[in-house]
């Protein structure tokens, strides 16, 4: 069935470049998603990406696909410790809406 | 503003004791759907509704019930709750479930059933 994987956490130096990864297996999702979760928040949409591009750029955030390896990566500029949070990558999965979730990628910035 | 509200955002109870979690959107849009979230599971979708007066099974529908009886609104209801659904839920919607356009989340309600 439909799978996403990522790693469960990242530590990195506070003026760092992150890159969190994602790989997936149902490659029907048209867009894939990448969400924020601060401690005790909801679900933010940070960016996302329609399944026809390569790479979309927005201010500190830089969304790669590579739909051959079905990988999807999340690159974050400049770290901030604002920036430690839960990561989701996320895609559609068959014609019912449904989002499919990553286990979430636990970044840390340390100043 | 545009946002997805849900109430209560946090709830203590005991199994057994029928609950609703009731979620709202002013966006008009078609699309609602229901999230529970759990340590190294992510999220996994309950039930969803592509619109009024209708509802789907997701992924772990089990025990729990919803209803669309108009469009802004979707109650998540357990009738009779269990440990085992002591979770984070998340509600969230979108303009229609055909353009696959980003769903927008609520800010999320902390169920511990004891």
């Known amino acids: 069935g439909e799978d996403v994987e990522q790693s469960l956490f990242l530590s990195v130096r506070e003026g760092d470049s992150s890159v969190i990864n994602c790989t997936y297996t149902?490659?029907?999702?048209?867009?894939l998603y990448w969400y924020k979760q601060e401690p005790g928040a909801g679900l933010q949409l940070l960016t996302y990406i329609f399944s026809n591009m390569d790479m979309k750029q927005d201010q500190r955030l830089t969304v790669l696909l590579n739909k051959k390896d079905k990988h999807l990566s999340l690159r974050i500029a400049d770290t901030q410790t604002g920036d430690s949070a839960i990561y989701f990558c996320?895609?559609?999965?068959?014609?019912?809406?449904?989002?499919?979730f990553g286990q979430g990628t636990t970044l840390q910035v340390k100043p | 503003e545009a946002q997805v509200t849900q109430n209560p955002r946090y709830l203590i109870t005991v199994t057994g004791k029928k609950l609703t979690v009731t979620c709202s959107q002013n966006?008009?849009?078609?699309?609602m759907s229901w999230y529970r979230q759990d340590p190294g599971l992510g999220l996994r979708q309950i039930y969803y509704?592509?619109?009024?007066?209708?509802?789907d099974k997701g992924d772990v529908p089990e025990g729990y019930k919803v209803s669309r009886k108009e469009k802004r609104n979707f109650p998540l209801i357990l009738e009779s709750p269990s440990p085992n659904q002591t979770s984070l839920y998340f509600c969230?919607?979108?303009?229609?479930?055909?353009?696959?356009?980003?769903?927008?989340f609520g800010d999320g309600t902390r169920l511990s059933i004891l």
């Open positions: 509704s592509m619109n009024v007066e209708v509802t």
């Open positions: 969230a919607s979108s303009p229609d479930r055909v353009s696959n356009q980003p769903q927008h």
């Open positions: 149902d490659s029907s999702s048209t867009y």
């Open positions: 996320a895609g559609t999965s068959g014609n019912t809406g449904k989002l499919i």
């Open positions: 966006m008009n849009h078609e699309y």
